[in-house]
């Protein structure tokens, strides 16, 4: 709803990748204790430092797992609806590439979806990523001039995709090494959100989270194009 309500705002041209946090289980674990009141940066920097990187795969590997993750059905699902809302997908639209940042992916309108090979290691975390920038492209399309400098717009984007991604299925959350399981989705969708907007220059960690809490709600229960939660 949220999605449909930009249309009426103004574009103000900030463009910026739409990240989605790297998958590092040592760095995750090490900043499983992050709460919203720690500075996003600082924690950044503490990951970066204390984090044992996995050598993840060539660009040529990932490119293949790409071929692969394009052939899952939830992928050819939501690119059919991009499809469908009038947004057409072409050979170069997700481009398997190697990132100086600790994101494992991102979407930026007109380029498309990057996949950060270096910090991807098995198929299923490939097939989250196109899942999940998949739902941002889809957003964007569907909304018309969704804004991404916007924190309200982002944040729900983000709620979205890491809601119907998968992101936080509870096996995935072990790997984590989080292991509380009752209500771990949502918490673990908030903290998802809550470092991608960290990249966004636009929104200080303060309203990114304001954001987050006054969307929640209805964008967490948008699960266009699907009838309900994957
Ligand atoms: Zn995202």
């Known amino acids: 709803m949220i999605l449909h309500a930009a249309r009426l705002i103004k574009h103000h041209g900030h463009e910026f990748i739409v990240s989605v946090p790297a998958r590092d289980l040592s760095a995750e674990r090490k900043c499983s204790s992050t709460n919203f009141r720690e500075k996003p940066g600082n924690t950044n920097n503490q990951m970066a430092e204390s984090s044992t990187i996995s050598k993840g795969s060539t660009v040529e590997e990932c490119q293949d797992m790409i071929r692969r993750g394009l052939r899952t059905p939830m992928v050819k699902f939501l690119k059919e609806h991009l ?131 006054a969307i929640w709600d209805v964008c967490y229960n948008d699960t266009k194009p699907f009838d309900r939660a994957p």
């Open 83 to 213: 499809e469908k809302s009038g947004c057409r997908i072409g050979d170069n639209f997700i481009k398997a590439s190697h990132c100086n940042q600790k994101i494992s992916g991102g979407y930026a309108r007109g380029r498309g979806i990057i996949v950060c090979s270096n910090h991807m290691q098995i198929q299923d975390e490939v097939n989250q990523v196109l899942i999940h920038e998949l739902i941002h492209a889809y957003d964007e399309c569907r909304a018309g001039n969704l804004d991404w400098a916007n924190c309200a717009h982002h944040a729900c984007s983000e709620i979205r995709a890491g809601h119907l991604s998968g992101d936080c299925h509870y096996k995935r959350e072990l790997l984590r090494g989080y292991l509380k399981i009752r209500g771990h989705e949502q918490e673990c969708v908030k903290r998802r959100v809550m470092k991608s907007m960290s990249g966004n220059p636009n929104c200080s960690e303060t309203a990114s989270k304001d954001a987050m809490e």
